[in-house]
């Protein structure tokens, strides 16, 4: 059996943060043209009601705060408007809760307020200013169908209508706890962590003069972020499955400390 390539990863490629591949499937073109068109429709009926109210309202006073009054309502329409409701729902819009989309960071997290202002921001060149020339043209050569206030961000569009199978993450070699509990492991790399995550869930499909050459391959790129070695003799695959796991429980216990602090402080 010829060895397979565990290394390689593009920017597209989807992971959580503990480097698991993630195989949600990006939403396709037509449904961001349609969901896209349903928030545009309700943008523009947003701005024309904001533009009357507000007119209205500065119409008794001078020309500049009509001036001003139309300004603060494409501002609320097109920057604060998407800004906000992407930012309350995690990444849904009107439109793409209507077609079950979602928008996603590059890792598969929940996107930030900053990431829907940037998409929201570039929004308002690509799709109103050039009348979505733009967004479509980089959506259709896109293997994620990424516009360009997604590579902005640093997002992309997805279906979350799908059920995902994840592999069941790697176990610590027993063996190896004591030294891992002690170790200095920084995060590796997000290419280097899939790959250490594929190799271990594929060991039975390899042969074992790969399993070998890939292994400790592997293994060398991860020393380069781990300190001080394991203990002489020990497997590849056990270092990197404690390594993996190790990076796992960490993150585990630095979420969870992150979730009791903001508890407190919203409970205070």
């Known amino acids: 059996m010829a060895a397979p390539e565990f290394a390689t990863l ?50 008794q006073t001078d020309l500049a705060l009509v001036q001003v009054a139309m300004l603060a309502a494409i501002i609320g329409s097109l920057l604060v408007f998407p800004t906000a ?18 928008t996603v960071r590059d890792d598969a997290g929940p996107i930030s307020f900053q990431h829907a202002f940037v998409r929201a921001l570039v929004g308002i060149v690509e799709i109103y200013v050039f009348f979505g020339s733009p967004a479509f043209f980089s959506a ?13 961000a640093g997002t992309y569009v997805v279906r979350e209508r799908v059920r995902l199978k994840l592999a069941p993450p790697a176990a610590m070699p027993p063996e190896l706890a004591r030294w891992a509990a002690g170790a200095d492991i920084a995060s590796l790399p997000t290419g280097l962590a899939l790959a250490v995550r594929q190799f271990l869930g594929r060991l039975p499909q390899i042969d074992p003069a790969s399993r070998a050459t890939i292994g400790a391959r592997l ?22 499955a404690a ?4 990076r ?15 508890r407190r402080l919203t409970k205070g």
């Not at 409701?85 to 793409?96: A, C, Q, V």
């Not at 293994?219 to 990197?240: C, F, I, K, M, R």
């Not at 390594?243 to 190790?246: K, L």
């Open 219 to 240: 293994a060398t790129q991860v020393s380069e972020h781990v300190a001080p070695p394991p203990p002489p003799g020990t497997p590849p695959e056990a270092y990197l």
């Open 243 to 246: 390594v993996i796991a190790s």
């Open 85 to 102: 409701i992407e930012t309350l729902t995690r990444g849904r819009s009107i439109g793409k809760m209507m077609f079950g989309l979602r």
């Open 140 to 152: 259709l050569l896109s293997s994620r169908g990424k516009r360009l206030g997604d590579y902005a």
């Open 10 to 59: 593009t920017t597209d490629d989807l992971v959580t943060g503990e480097a698991v591949a993630l195989d949600l499937p990006p939403a396709s073109l037509g449904s961001r043209i349609a969901s896209g068109a349903i928030d545009v429709t309700i943008t523009f009926l947003l701005l024309i009601g904001l533009v009357i109210a507000f007119v209205i309202a500065a119409a």
């Open 248 to 262: 796992r429980e960490r993150d585990t216990a630095r979420l969870n400390r992150e979730a009791e602090l903001r």
